[in-house]
């Protein structure tokens, strides 16, 4: 009687493992094996051990029937052991759109995540390390501006942990400037004499440009002017020297967007300093 089975690694076996296969025969000395493959069974598999068969790495090209038998055996003796060797695997994750995707503002997309496995699979999507949905597809509906970033799906294999891939898209959303903030005119009562700042905040994409058209005040100058992503922010110190209409311009290519600021100058009655309104 002859017996072959899986010594190593314990439980189901992946693209990269070590594999041995041990035979055990009846006879005193232990016998000698040669190793084939049911489907190659005129080549001998080369053996460092007697009786221990070593592939290292496995691939799935290596799945099959496996069979040892007696060295002084006779080639079409029953005297024989074999068994199924399963290798696993998991393909590179294949995501569709390709690298980057540009929508516009308001449509809807759908993205897909796939990897070929031998076993059952798994996909979850993040966004900014939180997770945004599950399965093989994302579903992206009425696109804003917060839409925009890197989605990443991760596929596992439940059943064999080590097996994972990943792959990303990056969606761009394309639209005219819109401001941050509910307001789109702000009214203020100020001392003259004081500094007051005015702030304005636009995302788009393609990213916009802030322009401010100031009456009433010769005295005004821009503080911030920084851009990051598809957010571009600007603020202007204007001195209330009397009663002034200010407005921030935010464009690009899809449009325009304005901010409006009323400011009503009063008597000072106090020292100048600095007031804010965003």
Not at 30 to 46: A, G
Not at 56 to 61: A, D, E, T
Not at 144 to 155: L, S
Not at 182 to 195: D, K, P
Request: net charge negative.
């Amino acid at each position: 009687m002859v017996e072959l089975w899986k010594e190593s690694p314990q439980g189901l076996v992946k693209e990269g493992d070590t594999v041995g296969l041990r035979c055990q025969g009846d006879g005193n000395p232990p016998p000698s094996f040669i190793f084939n493959r049911e489907q190659e069974l005129d080549v001998d598999l080369e053996s460092n051990k007697a009786d221990v068969l070593m592939l290292s790495p496995v691939s799935r090209k290596d799945s099959g029937i496996y069979q040892c038998r007696p060295l002084d055996a006779a080639d079409d003796s029953e005297v024989k052991g074999e068994m199924q060797l399963s290798v696993h695997y998991l393909d590179p994750a294949a995501v569709v759109p390709k690298d980057s995707e540009l929508m516009l503002k308001g449509e809807d997309l759908t993205a897909s995540c796939n990897a070929l496995s031998s076993l059952k699979t798994a996909t979850v999507w993040f966004k900014n390390g939180k997770q945004v949905g599950k399965g093989n597809t994302l579903h992206l509906k009425d696109a804003t501006y917060d839409t925009t970033g890197e989605y990443i799906c991760e596929v596992t294999v439940p059943s064999l942990p080590a097996l994972h891939t990943s792959g990303s898209v990056h969606i761009i959303v394309q639209g005219g400037p819109q401001l941050v903030g509910v307001e789109q005119e702000v009214r203020l009562e100020e001392a003259t004499g004081r500094m007051v700042n005015l702030s304005c905040e636009a995302q788009g994409h393609p990213l916009p440009s802030i322009s401010w058209n100031i009456v009433g005040s010769q005295n005004w100058n821009e503080v911030v002017s920084k851009a990051s992503g598809h957010m571009t922010h600007s603020v202007v110190s204007v001195k209330v020297t009397s009663d002034i209409s200010a407005s921030c311009n935010a464009s690009n290519d899809m449009g325009t967007e304005v901010k409006a600021f009323s400011i009503k100058a009063s008597k000072s009655r106090s020292p100048a300093c600095t007031g804010t309104s965003v």
